[in-house]
């Protein structure tokens, strides 16, 4: 499919494409949820006609599988790179995990909780969620493997992990990030039965650490 250029409210001209129209509707579905997508609120929102959205998609239920494809991907692709970036480290995969959650801002909560009200009323998306969940299970399984925990051990601290994870979102469970942070060591010893992160006085040194691509081995020297 070809771009269309439309113009925007200063009459400039710019150019949609099939990015545009699943950012609007990312956007909309966080917002609103999959009831509140309409085509036209969508054209609307992009100052677009409902015609320039057929120059892209036949209909918008091939949008809503790119929506679902690209949330598979913004929530989870971050977990991965970093994870991979910290080596064959366990702890480190671990605090990279954290760093994800907590600091960097590359995934959306809200991103995860519309998709996962989205998946009571439709069979494929409840499809894609099954399938990246069992995912992330399995990639935290792996971090868990690689801290020297076997079989149901890394199981369950991976499901625990998770599963912990998407309730506090779900809830929205409030707290700073400086809070979140001072209870990183307490979770991290719950969860890996490792103790290191005690040595780290305040939310300020955690996040310093947690930046520095955190490796437990290398604390700062309390002496």
Do not use: C
């Amino acid at each position: 499919m070809h771009a269309l250029s439309q113009q925007d409210g200063s009459g400039s001209t710019r150019t949609l494409n099939r990015e545009d129209w699943v950012a609007a509707a990312r956007k909309m579905l966080i917002e609103k949820g999959i009831s509140g997508i309409r085509l036209r609120s969508l054209s609307e929102s992009l100052n677009a006609t409902t015609g320039a959205f057929y120059w892209q998609y036949r209909k918008l239920e091939e949008l809503f599988e790119d929506l679902r494809l690209d949330w598979a991907r913004v929530n989870s692709d971050p977990f991965t790179r970093a994870i991979e970036a910290a080596g064959s480290d366990g702890m480190r995969q671990y605090l990279a995990y954290v760093r994800v959650l907590v600091l960097d801002g590359t995934i959306d909560p809200r991103y995860d909780n519309a998709i996962r009200d989205w998946a009571h009323s439709s069979p494929r998306t409840a499809e894609i969620l099954k399938e990246i969940e069992i995912k992330r299970i399995d990639q935290l399984t792996s971090v868990f493997q690689a801290l020297g925990f076997e079989g149901k051990a890394a199981v369950i601290r991976a499901r625990v992990t998770y599963f912990h994870q998407t309730g506090y979102n779900a809830m929205q469970i409030t707290e700073t990030v400086e809070e979140r942070l001072s209870n990183l060591p307490y979770y991290a010893e719950v969860l890996t039965d490792r103790k290191d992160l005690h040595a780290l006085k305040g939310p300020d040194e955690i996040r310093t650490f947690l930046l520095a691509g955190g490796f437990p081995d290398v604390l700062p020297d309390k002496s």
